[in-house]
């Protein structure tokens, strides 16, 4: 009986094992993708709270949704919290708006500085803190070592994977 389109057919004999390699290493390169580091993204205020207590400062009287002034979209980006620590005796009042990412934090930076004026009593000891995509603002003068904390924490929660 002839090969036709109707019989039988007969297998190559590398073919079976050209299959199989092609398989393998399908299948090992999707593990390779799945074994991929997410892409670093920034903290949420927990991991922002961890870095700033990492260095020595502290925080407390958290409240989330409060911009300092009457902007709801910022309202949705704010939290006010109270810290000190370090050669900062007292505690000041803290707002961080926490932006999605780098395009609304420039779209978005202007209206924390409109927002501030709603806030701090002294416009020249205003204290501000740009770490993309967050921006952290309050009264100052801040106690020199604290300042200092404050920008490291808030660098360093900005790159956190």
Request: hydrophobic letters at 45%; aromatic letters at 6%.
């Amino acid at each position: 009986m002839s090969a036709g389109a109707s019989g039988p057919t007969r297998e190559h004999p590398g073919a079976r094992a050209a299959l199989l390699l092609l398989t393998i290493l399908a299948l090992a390169g999707c593990a390779g993708v799945l074994e991929t580091p997410p892409a670093a993204t920034p903290a949420d205020f927990p991991g922002i709270a961890g870095e700033l207590a990492r260095r020595g400062i502290s925080v407390d009287r958290i409240a989330s949704g409060d911009a300092g002034c009457q902007d709801p979209e910022l309202a949705r980006t704010a939290i006010r919290f109270g810290a000190a620590g370090l050669d900062q005796a007292s505690t000041v009042t803290l707002y961080v708006y926490i932006f999605r990412d780098r395009a609304t934090y420039d779209r978005r930076r202007q209206a924390v500085d409109a927002c501030a004026r709603a806030y701090v009593t002294d416009p020249q000891a205003l204290g501000s803190i740009d770490a993309s995509p967050f921006v952290l603002v309050g009264q100052g003068p801040w106690a020199p070592r604290f300042a200092a904390a404050l920008r490291a924490g808030m660098t360093a929660a900005a790159a956190l994977p």
